[in-house]
């Protein structure tokens, strides 16, 4: 069973960065599409950005779009979100998110078939 276990998270004050990583167990992150959601207090879970299986496309929310980096490292175990010029509206639990099936990066939940437990991310003003 594949599991998804994000790490990096944390307090940051506006502008500053924070890099996240998410690492499947059991299996390489080059066999899926993954990607990075974040659900604020009282919001819905949103689309961050994703990669695809191969690492050669990746897209971004508009929101941050500039600003974070979505890439996969030189050996394919880990997806790594890096969060620049951080602002208060980032604060949110940060998910990955792996599509066992898909070649596609899906920007809705439903398309995601596998969540990791979320990392919180803090940024103050």
């Known amino acids: 069973q594949v599991q998804l276990v994000e790490s990096g998270g944390g307090l940051v004050q506006a502008g500053g960065s924070l890099r996240l990583s998410c690492a499947p167990s059991?299996?390489?992150?080059?066999?899926?599409?993954i990607g990075w959601f974040r659900q604020a207090p009282g919001k819905e879970r949103e689309f961050v950005a994703g990669?695809?299986?191969?690492?050669?496309?990746?897209y971004y929310a508009d929101s941050v779009k500039g600003r974070f980096t979505i890439s996969r490292d030189s050996a394919k175990k880990t997806v790594s979100l890096q969060m620049n010029s951080l602002k208060p509206d980032d604060t949110a639990v940060y998910y990955c998110a792996a599509e066992l099936w898909s070649l596609q990066i899906g920007t809705r939940k439903s398309e995601y078939d596998l969540w990791g437990q979320g990392t919180q991310v803090t940024v103050s003003s």
């Open positions: 990669i695809s299986r191969g690492g050669g496309t990746t």
């Open positions: 059991g299996r390489t992150a080059s066999n899926y599409v």
